[in-house]
């Protein structure tokens, strides 16, 4: 049975030809004046040759002005270009369409000129007026997108083919559907598996935590001095010191071998307060502190603690101004604000300035901080021994591209990677430097690129430089278990890395590995 498609405006009803094309409600005989967009009609469907009254509207057709002229002579089921639905179904489906009769504003800015002839308010009344009682009328808000629900659809109504390819046969089509809906609920079950491992391990490791803190405070700190060589005690130093506790460990494993007392503390605070007011007062590298208020916003940026403001700006400001006037050999450098921030996180001022004054005194960082650099060799010359031994493709790699240890090293050992890791992961490798030496920063050094082999070995120097300036956003905390089980497999006693560092040639200058 063939049928002739009626355009009913409720209060004309026009036939439509095979010449015309069916857009917005509007019959046009030329398609190239189509909108951009696809748009949305009202039709009736009549009987040819018999009773040609008026139907309701039973079909709303979707037809794309790129793939689907919208040919109203044949049938709307056997056309790729459009979508027939029932009325009840476009109540359903147009979520935030344009009233079904018109384009949206979006369309119509993009055409040449108004397909839609204007219609006065009083033919509107008239039209509706005239309009059947029955007859259901589908009107949505005005939206900029008008098939905003093609973006809505549930995984069964998404095509599985573009439009602009042949139709697929019902049992392909039913075929592919349930692979997909396979693949999603696959997915789907993978992710919910995986934020629930996830949160099972965060717990553990809170629970840890908290279990560790009382075992600190309850049995290790009322008798440090007998418990820090025991075994229990470094295993739980290895997993991490409870934050709340390394305001009383610290200090402690730290020591005050310089005898540094509050009140050369506070001397010093007010020495670099008199600097201030008299800055020709000049001694030794004293001038070096004009740089630190370039540094500190520099400093553990997402803390903003340390920024212009922050809570422990001016702590942080004092502190390596009063370190600056205690040694004038060393003065300020950069990356020592990190050094001070870290320790200010957990301590008091003037312990944290104590710490800092007997940390920057231990051999390997004294060295850099003096920037003395036939001593940094030795150092440097004991990493490239200790690559070359444990990763030799990696170091073979690193040669070959020309890359050497200044452009990592250095500034890993001056901020005692607090600046190059995550926080936490920066606190637990304190923790551990603290308790094992400056061998232990080396032995950290070679386990990072035991982590990052892969990624290593896959880059040149510009994506080696990339690799190691993401690592303080994107590693947490599978990354944190897996760098200390890497640091637990380097072998190195702090004996075997002082005759490494006594062996070492003295060189002017670095050299590739």
């Given at each position: ?154 995984p069964t109504q998404v095509s599985t083919r573009p439009t602009t390819l042949p139709p697929k046969s019902a049992e392909e089509e039913a075929k592919h559907r349930k692979e997909y809906e396979a693949m999603m609920a696959s997915f789907a079950q993978k992710m919910e598996e995986e934020t629930k491992r996830k ?170 901080y003096r920037l003395e650099a036939r001593v940094i060799s030795r150092y440097t010359h004991v990493f490239r021994t200790l690559l070359r031994e444990n990763l030799p493709d990696v170091s073979d790699h690193l040669n070959s591209i ?112």
């Amino acid at each position: 049975m063939e049928w002739e498609y009626v355009m009913d405006d409720g209060v004309h009803k026009t036939a439509l030809s095979n010449e015309h094309q069916l857009v917005a409600g509007v019959a046009v005989s030329d398609p190239s004046s189509r909108p951009a967009a696809s748009a949305i009609v009202v039709i009736d469907a009549v009987e040819p040759n018999k009773d040609s009254s008026p139907r309701t509207p039973s079909k709303l057709r979707l037809a794309s002005p790129k793939n689907s002229p919208g040919t109203p002579g044949k049938s709307s089921s056997g056309s790729s270009g459009g979508e027939s639905l029932s009325i009840g179904e476009s109540k359903d489906r147009l979520s935030s369409s344009t009233e079904v009769r018109s384009l949206s504003s979006s369309s119509s800015s993009t055409s040449s000129g108004s397909l839609t002839p204007p219609v006065s308010k009083g033919a509107a009344a008239a039209s509706a007026h005239k309009r059947n009682a029955s007859e259901p009328i589908v009107t949505q808000k005005p939206s900029t997108n008008p098939f905003s629900w093609l973006f809505n659809k549930s995984p069964t109504q998404v095509s599985t083919r573009p439009t602009t390819l042949p139709p697929k046969s019902a049992e392909e089509e039913a075929k592919h559907r349930k692979e997909y809906e396979a693949m999603m609920a696959s997915f789907a079950q993978k992710m919910e598996e995986e934020t629930k491992r996830k949160e099972e391990i965060k717990r553990k490791r809170e629970q840890r935590i908290l279990e560790n803190k009382k075992v600190w405070q309850s049995e290790i700190l009322p008798q440090y001095e007998k418990k820090k060589k025991d075994k229990k005690t470094r295993e739980l130093w290895w997993q991490g010191i409870p934050p709340l506790v390394r305001a009383k460990v610290w200090p402690i494993a730290i020591s005050n071998d310089l005898h540094i007392t509050p009140e050369l503390y506070k001397i010093m605070v007010q020495h670099a307060k008199n600097r201030r007011n008299d800055p020709l007062d000049e001694l030794g590298r004293m001038k070096t502190v004009e740089l630190i208020p370039t540094d500190l916003p520099r400093t553990f940026p997402a803390l903003a603690f340390y920024q212009p403001g922050g809570p422990s700006h001016d702590t942080l400001k004092e502190t390596l101004e009063a370190f600056a006037q205690y040694r004038p050999d060393i003065g300020y450098v950069q990356g020592m604000s990190y050094l001070a921030a870290i320790l200010l996180l957990y301590l008091d001022p003037f312990p944290a300035f104590c710490a800092l004054c007997n940390l920057l005194n231990r051999p390997c960082q004294l060295a850099f901080y003096r920037l003395e650099a036939r001593v940094i060799s030795r150092y440097t010359h004991v990493f490239r021994t200790l690559l070359r031994e444990n990763l030799p493709d990696v170091s073979d790699h690193l040669n070959s591209i020309g890359m050497s240890t200044e452009m990592f090293l250095l500034d890993w050992i001056l901020t005692i990677y607090a600046k190059s890791l995550p926080l936490d992961i920066s606190s637990r490798i304190w923790d551990v430097y603290i308790l094992e030496g400056d061998s232990f920063l080396f032995r950290t050094a070679v386990a990072i690129f035991r982590v990052l082999r892969k990624q290593i070995l896959d880059v040149d120097l510009g994506g080696i430089r990339k690799v190691f300036g993401s690592l303080c956003d994107c590693w947490g905390w599978e990354e944190e278990e897996e760098l200390f089980h890497q640091i637990h497999n380097v072998k190195l006693t702090p004996e075997r890395f002082d005759q490494l560092i006594a062996a070492a040639p003295v060189d002017d200058g670095d050299h590739p590995f």
